[in-house]
């Protein structure tokens, strides 16, 4: 590493005060701490050091996200490899058809590589897309700000990928990140200052500005002429009724074999990416337990056959279906978007959880709810806090009279 570490020294006059590319110092500053730790470290009180950087804890959550993504591609592949043994079809048109075989894959639902590959061919150039536009606005911006390029967007870029369908028109993964970053927290001053999680604001805007192809049952399956509802869908519609009638199994959602966004789907591998960040202390536990206990609980205090579809879904239902755990492991817990003290984390995770309840059985308009459910949490995260800390105020004032 000491030729590339002598390189960037060689290159930092140019960008530094006075050197030529003097604007696009926050460029070379995102290179150069992408693989060496910042030179201007602080030694001294009254700071704390630490060796959990900014980072080390974005690369973290980006780990703790891989297995919702490594199933979701497999999940993206498999579900297209059945659409396309039902139909009868032998394989597809394309770039994607031509790669599949180079790669050596085929189309066979029961191969864990080609379902695997084909999945990856859809999420890849998500990915790629998402990463190019959104890292290009965050330069911009810490070009113009003269501020350092910030590891967040990393996490945002990753997440985002994995909450949109597979079949998403890539000039709408571009407008939507766009209006994620820009909107959701450049606006406000760049990461740290935003209120609203900026992965959710970008999904929000596309759901609402092109519901055509971000909502629906055909485009949940990555083949053409081929449509498929959600479990969440069908449940709207006719209840359990509704899920038995698509063949769905309870062991099937929980692993994620069903339709839905690309990472969404299986709360095995999102619970296994929380603990992970529950152990390092990334993630709040008391977020994740009260998003939980603010869906079960009202369903098993409402629940029943109330000429509700929603209503007499069981709980353990609720929490496999849509994508309820990614969206109780990876967005409730956003450290900058939630509420930042231990009773206002309770309080936030029931509000998001029971409203995600309140969504998905009394608005037949939005059979999933967490997306909606975690952003209108995260406008009210400051108020909880404030609310709290008046309260731990009035009681330490009672102590002392």
């Known amino acids: 590493m000491k030729p590339l570490r002598s390189f960037l ?41 630490d060796a ?47 790669l599949l075989p180079l790669l050596g894959a085929g189309y066979d639902p ?7 590959v084909h999945g990856l ?33 990393f996490v945002t870029g990753f997440l985002f990928a994995l909450i949109v369908p597979a079949t998403i028109p890539l000039w709408q993964v571009a407008v939507g990140i766009s209006f994620g970053v820009i909107i959701g927290k450049e606006v406000f001053g760049g990461t740290g200052k935003n ?3 900026p992965a959710l604001v970008a999904r929000a805007f596309l759901y609402f500005a092109y519901p055509a192809q971000i909502s629906g049952d055909a485009v949940w399956t990555a083949v053409d002429g081929f449509s498929g509802a959600t479990a969440l869908g069908a449940a709207a519609v006719d209840g359990m009724n509704g899920i038995n009638a698509i063949g769905l199994s309870w062991t099937q959602a929980f692993l994620g074999q069903m339709q839905g966004s690309i990472g969404e789907t299986s709360t095995l591998a999102c619970l296994a990416g929380g603990a992970l960040l529950v152990f ?37 239902w609720h929490i496999v279906l849509g994508g309820f755990a990614f969206g109780a492991v990876f967005m409730a817990t956003d450290p900058v978007s939630a509420a930042q003290t231990n009773a206002g984390k309770w309080v936030f995770g029931l509000l998001i959880g029971f409203m995600t309840w309140l969504i998905r059985v009394i608005n037949p308009a939005f059979p999933e709810g967490i997306m909606l459910a975690i952003l209108f949490a995260n406008v009210f995260a400051p108020v909880i806090d404030y609310f709290v800390v008046r309260a731990n105020v009035k009681r330490r004032l009672k102590r002392n009279v």
């Open 195 to 197: 209120f609203l999680n």
């Open 110 to 116: 029961a191969s864990v590589y080609d379902c695997f």
């Open 52 to 98: 959990l950087d900014l980072k080390r804890v974005m690369i973290t959550v980006v780990i703790a996200a891989t297995p919702a993504a490594v199933m979701g591609m497999w999940n993206t592949g498999y579900q297209a490899n059945m659409a396309l043994q039902s139909l009868g079809l032998v394989g597809i048109e394309g770039w994607r058809g031509v």
């Open 121 to 153: 061919l859809y999420f890849l150039p998500i990915y790629i897309v998402t990463m190019v536009v959104g890292l290009s606005w965050e330069v911009l911006f810490a070009g113009v700000r003269n501020h350092e390029v910030n590891e967040g967007f």
């Open 9 to 49: 020294d060689k290159l930092e006059p140019l960008f530094t005060k006075g050197g030529r590319f003097e604007s696009l110092f926050a460029l070379y500053e995102a290179v150069d701490t992408f693989f060496y730790s910042p030179g201007d470290l602080t030694r001294t009180s009254p700071h704390i050091r």
């Open 280 to 316: 390092t202390r990334i993630a709040s536990w008391r977020i994740i337990v009260a998003v939980f206990a603010g869906l079960i609980i009202p369903t098993l205090l409402f629940g029943g056959d109330s000429g509700n579809p929603m209503m007499s879904m069981p709980w353990h």
